[in-house]
């Protein structure tokens, strides 16, 4: 079946620095992919997404872009702050199954610490 | 709008206990969902339903029934909690139209059986 794999966690980092957190796939059909954050205490939230290969999905300074040939969307930060701390989720869903678009497939999640 | 809203937050079972996790949305959509998440695991899909009334099963749907009697509240039962199921559960919701793919998450409830 369809999964997510995501780097090993936790990451700290200092204030300014440059993120990557790596997001492989593996699926079948043709999947959308997403990044969801969830901060201290809440929910997940949508941070970014692509539905196509080569599109770059971007929201708060984050990108990632969706790379069919090494199947990957890794996401990209040029200088974090201490408030994008929080556990980072990698997913996908595949719109071409019934009812696929709504049920996500997750990687672990990375723990992202960001230091003043 | 409220979003969605699950409760309680917290809350401590014993093995055997049954109890009923709430979750309502306010936005209207169609399709709801279940995962629970657990460390090291992400989020896995247990029920979900693409409109009341009804409902099938997810990756994890082993001892949790659901049920969708309007399209505001889908809530998830344990009938008979076991140490496996400690875990954090959200809900989340998200249309069937335009934009299908973008799912709203509740807080989440962390759940320990003991």
């Known amino acids: 079946g369809d999964s997510v794999t995501q780097m090993e966690g936790p990451v700290t980092l200092s204030e300014e620095a440059f993120l990557t957190i790596n997001c492989t796939y593996t699926?079948?059909?043709?999947?959308?992919l997403f990044w969801y954050v969830q901060y201290p205490g809440e929910g997940l939230q949508l941070l970014l997404k692509?539905?196509?290969?080569?599109d770059k999905g971007s929201n708060k300074g984050f990108e990632a872009t969706y790379r069919k040939e090494t199947t990957s969307f890794h996401l990209e930060k040029g200088s974090v702050q201490v408030s994008d701390s929080a556990v980072y989720f990698c997913?996908?869903?595949?719109?071409?199954?019934?009812?696929?678009?709504?049920?996500?497939?997750f990687g672990q999640g990375t723990r992202l610490t960001i230091n003043p | 709008n409220a979003g969605v809203t699950q409760t309680p937050k917290f809350q401590v079972l014993k093995t055997g206990q049954s109890m009923t996790l709430q979750c309502a949305q306010d936005?209207?959509?169609?399709?709801m969902s279940w995962y629970r998440q657990d460390p090291g695991m992400g989020l896995r899909l247990i029920h979900y339903?693409?409109?009341?009334?009804?409902?099938d099963q997810g990756e994890v749907p082993n001892g949790y029934n659901v049920s969708r009697s309007t399209t505001e509240d889908f809530p998830l039962r344990l009938l008979s909690a076991a140490p496996s199921q400690t875990s954090v559960y959200f809900c989340?919701?998200?249309?069937?139209?335009?934009?299908?793919?973008?799912?709203?998450f509740g807080p989440g409830t962390r759940l320990t059986v003991l």
């Open positions: 989340a919701s998200t249309y069937s139209g335009v934009d299908t793919d973008t799912q709203y």
């Open positions: 699926a079948t059909g043709y999947p959308s």
């Open positions: 692509a539905t196509k290969a080569d």
């Open positions: 997913a996908l869903s595949d719109p071409g199954r019934t009812g696929g678009a709504q049920k996500l497939v």
């Open positions: 936005m209207n959509h169609e399709y």
């Open positions: 339903s693409v409109g009341a009334g009804i409902t």
